[in-house]
């Protein structure tokens, strides 16, 4: 493949997919990196040298990745030990714990904690009844942060509506009510709207409460949870997802003239912040061990299934990514640093303090690598920075393109690794496969059998092999 | 393609799929018709002379079919307004008050029902918990039949097994535990014999209670219901579906060396038979009205879900493929019989019921059709009868290649028609592309959404065109 190609992220990368999960490409950052950083452009390893100096040492890597199912082992011991790892959770804690004892046992150095107050929801007894035109039980998830019912439940007639626009037209018929948002699944980016601002809409119109159809697709009744948010000036009014079925249901229900009465009971409530930690553990490098690559997931998850696509999968990829390098005696130049942030799916506070607490070093960050966009069959890395950066990456992922991780394209924003761009570090997504991904996000499924273990061992063959060149390289990677 | 072709069901049918639900192929049966049965075989007018007298006709209903969406809205008018219609239950019986009166509103002739005493097992309230070594909650269904558990719940350790031949090693271990059959599926006739069996045999091992993966494949936290059997001369015990997630997931911790302990708790109780009705309605015949040609499906379901794929769309198919034919001003010569039969998840005694109390009138059947495969893209028919009767079905079939249901495999076993095989009625099943039928298969998940309003068009299209032909050729169907 030539290299204007794999820049256009041709090939394997599927340019259809979402760049993150907060679907942010955030390319005009990419600019500030265009004039130069503080690191001079290095002398006498151009891009093209990357095949002839790490080809062997990719081989090797991949070789052993493909052989181990250790990643996908640990896992499901996390995800089967501690269940979902929800901020303020008691599970989060205890999967923290875990992460740093055996952190240590596997070898890495100076593995610490860093303090994190967290936003501590909890969802509480809940549940949603149809109560006419005919008594069914729906299953439901109330959505993050949302506010209760009264204990005896909201009851109130359903307006369904099929987008925004209905509802502003319908405004008058809402007054009262609750809505339901019955908007199906096109892409994350444009279908998690009703989720972040349902409540805020229904609101404005006047309604009690607010219902979306969940923001996920092949449903079999799988209500999602995941983040909202509410209008300070609006009556705040609770906010929960029914599956698929039931929005589909009751929308059919409506155009043939039947009235459609609820009862939706939810005891959620927000206590004061809560501890938690991000984890943090080096694999010292052997020459500039001031100089890092940052590389992560979230250890924090919703408060169902088990987190293992969002986003254990990502943190035992690139924990297993480095611990793979020091087994087979590939221990870069560079310091790699592992960090399970916690506190993405509902603040991202974890990130924050990552930021703020390692500022003054974030100077000598190469680059910081998240993945968080599910394990599936690898495709490549998103990538924001320098156009001489972008020649360096290309060329390392060009050795990872055996593994089904050769693609480039422009444009990289993990939740996780925005705040180290706003400070000058070039930032990486990890790209997978993610046909199937919104099946199973934020729901009761997201368990670890949905993790292939095939496709995790590429993962992980992928990911080490970019982290071994940027991390060793005879040059920093130009800023 | 080439008559040889289609009779050994090449081309659009799967040779892989099951043909029937129950998964038995009567092909012994069919020697009963090889040696010529009452009817002797009708002179001047063969195989051959089918798509000429029938090609214009059969392109009709098709082009009518394909342009009428009304089967699937009465689908969804049935499945939404009464939702799951479980043997016993007030659902059920509404649901066929409504048929009979949206039957005689269509103009169907003497649209009556029979009474037909069904079994009336009531699930209850019922939950599985998982004590150690953590708690977890897990979705799960009672299997149909089952005996509850003490009204506080059966606390044990569980044991899990991958095989019925792993149970009989480490039946010692068994005792006083709960048994989990931990069996991924492969199709339905191999692995439903878990669910069908797994209570006498982890009885037999001296268990306290049965579980097993549910029978399903792509699982989204979903468990299925269905039948099952104990033996009078074992002790029964609770016996229940958990997921296929949780299944492997307690499998591992197994693995892991960790005791687990589990709550099951079932307040199921088998009350005494209830009364329900098969309905019956006709499409007189122009010329002869005695022959008749049986059509239908079984309008009960299991008691999640809307019975949408099974069997409400099989049922709305056969009736609304007779209601075209009478809209378009093609009512054949023979009368066709819509049965809608009831009681066939757990008792199949709608079937029984049929065939006895019409047994001296099967004399003059042409055939009997059940439609309960699932409504997805029609594939062809399966056909258990006489040589002579193969070549014009197989003739028949070939003018609804135009809508993909060409295909023609030997032996049928649908089972509400089998009763009338055993009378020396000719039987055939529709047959669809049944690749995702086993997702949606006796769960909460089967609901109408999940029928393609495409498909259903297309299955009315070809069972009604093998209705017309068969129902109105110059000569009988041989015996």
Redesign the interface.
Same mark, same amino acid.
């Not at 089967?80 to 269940?83: A, H, L, M, S």
């Given at each position: 493949m030539k290299m204007s190609d794999r820049l256009h992220g041709q090939g394997r990368v599927n340019p259809a997919a979402p760049v993150s999960k907060a679907g942010t490409i955030i390319l005009l950052l990419a600019a500030m990196f265009a004039v130069g950083g503080p690191h001079a452009m290095a002398q006498g390893f151009s891009p093209d040298d990357i095949r002839a100096k790490y080809g062997e040492a990719a081989g090797r890597i991949q070789q052993a990745a493909l052989s181990s199912d250790l990643a996908w082992e640990r896992l !499901?011991?996390m995800c089967?030990?501690?269940?979902p790892r929800f901020s303020g959770s008691e599970n989060l804690e205890k999967a923290i714990d875990w992460a740093v004892e055996t952190l240590k046992a596997d070898g890495f150095d100076h593995v610490r904690t860093q303090d994190v107050q967290v936003p501590n929801w909890k969802r509480g007894h809940e549940f949603a009844e149809q109560l006419e035109?005919?008594y069914?039980k729906m *299953?439901m998830l109330g959505l993050g942060g949302s506010i209760a019912t009264p204990p005896e439940g909201l009851v109130g007639e359903v307006l369904v509506v099929g987008s925004f626009e209905e509802l502003r037209e319908k405004a008058s018929m809402a007054s009262g009510k609750f809505v339901l948002f019955n908007i199906p699944f096109t892409s994350y980016r444009e279908t998690v709207a009703i989720r972040v601002h349902g409540a805020v809409e229904a609101a404005r119109a006047g309604a009690i409460g607010s219902l979306i159809r969940s923001v996920g697709h092949?449903?079999?009744?799988?209500p999602h949870t995941g983040g909202m948010s509410y209008d300070d000036a609006l009556p705040k009014i609770p906010h929960a997802a029914l599956t *698929?079925?039931d929005a589909?249901?009751l929308h059919?229900?409506q155009e043939?003239g039947q009235r459609i009465v609820i009862r939706l009971k939810m005891d959620a409530v927000t206590m004061p912040d809560a501890t938690s930690r991000n984890v943090i553990a080096d694999l010292r490098g052997t020459e500039s061990p001031e100089k890092v690559v940052v590389v992560g997931g979230h250890i924090d998850s919703w408060d169902v299934?088990q987190g293992a696509q969002d986003d254990g999968g990502g943190c035992m990829m690139a924990w297993h990514a480095i611990r793979l390098l020091k087994d087979i005696g590939l221990t870069p130049k560079r310091t790699l640093r592992l960090v399970l942030w916690t506190n993405e799916e509902n603040g991202a506070r974890g990130a924050a303090a990552y930021a703020r607490g390692h500022a003054e070093e974030a100077e000598n960050y190469i680059i910081a690598i998240e993945s968080d966009s599910g394990t599936f069959a690898p495709e490549g890395f998103a990538f924001t920075g320098s156009e001489k950066a972008i020649e360096y990456v290309t060329e390392a992922a060009a050795l990872a393109e055996p593994v089904g991780a050769g693609g480039i394209r422009l444009g990289a924003g993990g939740v996780d690794i925005r705040p180290l761009l706003t400070l000058g570090v070039p930032i990486m997504d990890v790209l997978v496969d993610r046909t199937d991904y919104f099946?199973?996000h934020h729901?009761? !499924?997201d368990?670890?059998?949905k993790v292939s273990k095939e496709d995790m061992k590429h993962c992980v063959a992928g990911l080490a092999t970019m982290l071994y060149i940027l991390a060793d390289m005879p040059v920093d990677l130009p800023r």
């Open positions: !499901a011991e089967d030990t501690f269940g035109p005919r069914q *299953p092949d449903s079999l009744q799988t *698929p079925e589909d249901r059919r229900i043939r299934g099946k199973y729901t009761h !499924a368990t670890v059998d």
